[in-house]
Nanobody, 117 residues
Framework: QVQLVESGGGLVQPGGSLRLSCAVS????????LDWHRQAPGKQRELVAG???????NYADSVKGRFTISRDNAKKTVYLQMDSLKPEDTAVYYC???????????WGQGTQVTVSS
């Protein structure tokens, strides 16, 4: 069983930065594909960024050039560095882990990010 615990959310002004962390316990961290998703009020949950066990990354078009996903295998943690934040980035951000090629997948509890002046 894999447990995910997000942290780092909060209130930030437009143009500001936040770094989200997701600590992973259980499982085999090095081969997990790890994603960040977000869900704004009244909207569907969407993929923000993902990183494979080998370090390949992908991003939603809306965050390219502003957000950076990374992982620290020694700390079993995945990060989302968010820069140049916009009000439309306001959402609950969720960490998601999966073993590619299997049906095994896990969600964190989410952390609120609010971008407002």
């Amino acid at each position: 069983q894999v447990q995910l615990v997000e942290s780092g959310g909060g209130l930030v002004q437009p143009g500001g930065s936040l770094r989200l962390s997701c600590a992973v316990s259980g499982g085999i961290f090095n081969i997990l594909t790890l994603d960040w998703h977000r869900q704004a009020p009244g909207k569907q949950r969407e993929l923000v960024a993902g990183i494979t066990g080998g370090g390949s990354t992908n991003y939603a078009d809306s965050v390219k050039g502003r957000f950076t996903i990374s992982r620290d295998n020694a700390k079993k943690t995945v990060y989302l560095q968010m820069d140049s934040l916009k009000p439309e980035d306001t959402a609950v951000y969720y960490c998601y882990a999966r073993y590619v090629g299997t049906s095994l997948n896990y969600w964190g509890q989410g952390t609120q990010v609010t971008v407002s002046s």
